[in-house]
């Protein structure tokens, strides 16, 4: 986990935001739908964000994320937000670390999208002209954090 090179699973997705406020329900459900089995949401401490209310609008829209994700029957341990601070790199590794099991012994997301033949056109053309693609990683298994 950073510069401390803190190890973590290799199945994890590290998807950095300026703060944790600007994050979207929106992307969270759409994470889940894209294949992720967990989202784990990792912020700054209350009272300490850098743009000073991000982490108290996140901790909001969680409980209410929360609450509609468990409405279309996703279990309530594939979604976790937690406060850690840049200074708490062993913390956050053992965080990734312990959500990521817990999401392993939940098995895959029940919003988890067949993909059998159905791509995401713009997606698919865009990775076929630049010659990129998943670089054999299992999209299923992964943390959005």
């Known amino acids: 986990a950073g510069v401390s090179r803190l190890q973590y699973p290799p199945n994890v997705l590290d998807v950095r935001v300026m703060c944790t406020g600007t994050i979207s329900p929106y992307f ?56 850690v601070s840049a200074a708490e790199g062993e913390k956050y590794a053992e965080v990734v670390r312990s959500f990521t099991e817990q999401v392993k012994a939940l098995g895959p997301s029940p ?28 999209p299923g298994a992964g943390v959005a954090g």
Not at 61 to 78: I, N, S, Y
Not at 117 to 127: E, I, Q
């Open 111 to 138: 919003l988890r999208r067949e993909r059998s033949g159905v791509g995401m056109p713009g997606k698919d053309a865009r990775l076929k002209s630049e010659g990129g693609g998943a670089g054999g990683m299992d």
């Open 28 to 83: 969270v459900v759409k994470a889940f739908q894209e294949g992720m089995d967990g989202v784990l949401i990792a912020g700054c401490h209350i009272g300490d964000c850098h743009y000073l209310k991000g982490n108290y609008m996140t901790a909001k829209r969680f409980q209410v994320l929360r609450e509609a994700l468990r409405f279309l029957g996703l279990e309530e341990g594939r979604l976790r937000l937690e406060w």
